[in-house]
Structures are given as C-alpha cells and as structure tokens.
C-alpha cells in the first residue's frame, strides 16, 4: 500500500519562493510515476508536474521556467520547487503516484492512483 504525505505548502507573496516535499512509503517498484496536482476553487484539477522513474519530467506550460519538479534518491521523496510565484498559483497542491503507467502516460499528467490529503499554496 502506498502511502504519501506533503508538506511545506504556506502563504507567499508574490514573486516569492516555496518548496513543497512529499514522504512516500511503500513499495514503488523499478518503473513509476509520481506528481503534483493543483486544484483551485472552482477550477479543474490541474496536472503541475510528474516525474517518471526513469528521470524523465513533464511540466504544464503555466509553471515552466519557475517550477522545478525532482527526487530525492536516497529515498522516495518527491520534491517540487516554486519560485516566481504568482497569485494564480495559489490552490490545493496534491502528491501523486502510480506503479502502473509507463513513461508516456506519465508526461501526460493524467490521473494517478495513489493520492496525498494536499497542502494548502497561498500567493497574494
């Protein structure tokens, strides 16, 4: 059973910085795929950034250039960096992952299997 849970959400202003992390557990396999997602009030959930474990990422075009997503290799922690924050970056941010996709589907952002209960951005 997988299990992940974030931190480092908060509030920022704007321009400033945050470094959101999420602890997984678990048995991941050799292949997969972990991410993060935001949703904003009344907005779709928004597939941000993955990363497959081959080391390969995918990014929306709305964070590129200011959001970085990595791993930490001596265990699984995904790591996702934010800076030049705006105001429309301000949502629900999840961790997710899944065993079972391969590299393509993972570049695609799409649903994932194993969600966080999401920690809160905030940029004013």
């Known amino acids: 059973h997988v299990q992940l849970v974030e931190s480092g959400g908060g509030s920022v202003q704007t321009g400033g910085s945050l470094r959101l992390s999420c602890a997984a557990s678990?048995?991941?396999?050799?292949?997969?795929?972990m991410g993060w997602f935001r949703q904003a009030p009344g907005k779709e959930r928004e597939g941000v950034a993955t990363?497959?474990?081959?080391?390969?990422?995918s990014y929306a075009d709305s964070v590129k250039g200011r959001f970085t997503i990595s791993r930490d290799n001596a265990k699984i922690t995904l790591n996702l960096q934010m800076n030049s924050l705006k105001p429309e970056d301000t949502a629900m941010y999840y961790c997710?992952?899944?065993?079972?996709?391969?590299?393509?589907?993972?570049?695609?952002?799409?649903?994932?299997?194993?969600w966080g209960q999401g920690t809160q951005v905030t940029v004013s």
């Open positions: 997710a992952a899944d065993r079972t996709v391969g590299a393509t589907y993972c570049s695609r952002r799409g649903q994932l299997r194993y």
């Open positions: 990363f497959y474990s081959d080391g390969s990422t």
């Open positions: 678990g048995y991941f396999g050799r292949n997969y795929c």
